[in-house]
């Protein structure tokens, strides 16, 4: 635990980079902008799917019925925000991970030969891939977060998720792929541990939105400590 607060710390205090606030600024506009994409495209729908007007027998004509509908959306939609800002941040940031995992090397394993920078298509796929994963998963689950356990559910269930996909994203930097999966499993219990520790900040409002950046810079730390540094490309 010591060695994975370690690779936190590490991490927090490099949030001085510019690399790290660049994507960060990205990340958080890109999200803010496709989530008001979202709300706007279903406030359109619920407009023109719902009619102006219904009548009701012995009530009569109610003319602001899909009015009050659209507004009874906002709330779902803010609360629908609240949840995917996360997963769609962590998609985004996906994209810039290389420019995160290799701020952390100059910084602090110069020694390194540079990294097989992932193709922009695998990268994209692997962010889609990731954030279809964590919303699939959050929704099957979403149930569980109605009972009293619902914090550990939360911290268990998206610590796997973060501990697995980060640490494969980070691994194929060095590896080809078969092997990352294998370096994966390898170190499988130390990801979960490294991933428990990032789901954390997730149920901290505005906190959260760092968690992306934190992860992709933690898990590089971690997987050098395992054993990535000795990797052959």
């Known amino acids: 635990m010591a060695a994975l607060l370690a690779d936190f710390l590490k991490s927090v205090l490099q949030f001085r980079d510019r690399r790290f606030l660049r994507v960060l600024l990205i990340g958080v506009a890109l999200t803010i902008a496709l989530l008001v994409a979202i709300s706007a495209a279903v406030l359109i729908f619920l407009g023109w799917l719902l009619p102006d007007a219904i009548t009701l027998p012995w009530i009569g004509t109610i003319s602001f019925f899909g009015a009050a509908l659209s507004w009874a959306a906002v709330p779902f939609l803010i609360l629908l925000s609240s ?62 977060y109605f009972t009293p356990f619902a914090p550990f559910v939360f911290w268990g269930f998206n610590g796997f998720l973060l501990g697995r996909e980060y640490s494969q994203m980070v691994a194929q930097r060095r590896l080809d792929r078969v092997s990352a999966i294998e370096f994966r499993r390898k170190n499988r219990l130390t990801f979960f541990a490294g991933g428990v520790m990032m789901a954390l900040p997730l149920s901290v409002p505005i906190l959260n939105l760092i968690v992306p950046i934190l992860g992709a810079a933690t898990f590089t730390h971690i997987a050098h400590r395992v054993g990535l540094t000795g990797a052959r490309q």
């Open 83 to 144: 949840v995917m800002m996360v997963p769609v941040a962590s998609a985004f940031t996906g994209f810039f991970l290389d420019e995160i995992a290799d701020a952390v090397e100059a910084e602090h394993y110069p020694q390194l030969p540079p990294a097989r920078h992932v193709k922009l298509a695998e990268a994209i796929g692997d962010s889609l891939r990731f954030l279809g994963v964590i919303l699939l998963a959050n929704t099957l689950a979403l149930v569980l």
